[in-house]
Each structure stands twice: as C-alpha cells, then as structure tokens.
C-alpha cells in the first residue's frame, strides 16, 4: 500500500469548528456581503411564512444542526449540514463595455443525501449555481419552498395569489 498524501481536513478541523461542530464548508475567497437586500419568502403550501432577510452576512448555512444552521430547516429528509446559500463577487463587463464585478448569489449543496432543488430540479452536489429573481428553492423532501426575491423585487403576483 502506498502513502496518501492527499489532504485529511485535519488542519483546518480547529479552524471550522463553530460550537463545537465541524462546519463542512469554507468561504471562497470571492465571498462578500451583497448590497442588494435579498430575501427568502417561504411557503409551506399555500401558506406564507415570515419572510428572511438575506443580506447581513456573505453566507448562510442551511440544515437541521441548529447549533450552526443560519437557516433551520427541520424535515427529517434535510442534512444537518444540507446546503449553503453564498454570495460571490463576480466580474461583469457593463453595456457601455467598461468592467466592473457585482455581488450575485448563489446555491451549493453539500452533498446532502436527498439533495436541493432550484426551480424543481436538482442541482449537482458541490458545485455553485447562480440564483436569480423568483427562483424556487427546495431542501430535501420539505413541502417548503422558499422564493429569492430582493426587496424592489415586483411581489404583486405573490399578493394576488394571497386574495
């Protein structure tokens, strides 16, 4: 047998390791805050729940462990580490040509066993995907679905469906 010298997570064990859990995911080094104030407006069913403000920090983890989950998501189908919702600053060339980078945000599973959904589909396992206005998000086998919306988002479909 030959040695492995891949690396093991041990060096970094201290490091991500919040109350006493070891966090399965590292910012990248392109994490920022967003300035766009981004929200979460869950349903369950046709039931709306109280909105989630999503632009105080560059990165919110979502699962079942609420020691370090930002979001809670407590179907038992969920990981307790399922997914985590990043915000990436990200190089864009302007209409005028001239570049310049924005903040988007963005979706990473991380490896849960019964996976995250955008738009109904399931998205591949550690690996980013971009979100945008009016995407439907799902976590395992949860009846809820959570809409991204930022706050000068046009809501006036979700009110009508409310009368």
């Not at 093991?8 to 910012?27: D, P």
């Not at 001239?98 to 990473?108: A, D, E, G, H, L």
Request: glycine share 4%; hydrophobic share 30%.
């Amino acid at each position: 047998e030959k040695p492995n010298f891949e690396t093991s997570g041990k060096l970094t064990e201290n490091t991500n390791t919040f109350r006493g859990v070891i966090i399965k995911y590292n910012e990248p080094p392109e994490a920022r805050r967003p300035k766009k104030r981004w929200r979460f407006y869950p349903f369950k069913g046709n039931e709306a729940l109280p909105l989630m403000h999503l632009h105080r920090q560059s990165a919110y983890l979502l699962g079942r462990d609420r020691l370090v989950a930002d979001i809670p998501v407590d179907h038992p189908s969920c990981s307790k580490q399922h997914a985590v919702l990043q915000y990436k600053l990200q190089p864009y060339v302007k209409p005028d040509g001239s570049k310049s980078s924005r903040v988007k945000p963005y979706i990473i599973d991380l490896g849960s066993a019964n996976g995250t959904y955008v738009n109904s589909a399931r998205i591949e396992a550690r690996r980013y995907v971009e979100l945008f206005e009016k995407d439907v998000l799902k976590f395992g086998f949860s009846t809820r679905d959570y809409v991204l919306l930022s706050e000068n988002a046009d809501t006036s479909v979700l009110d009508a469906e409310d009368d």
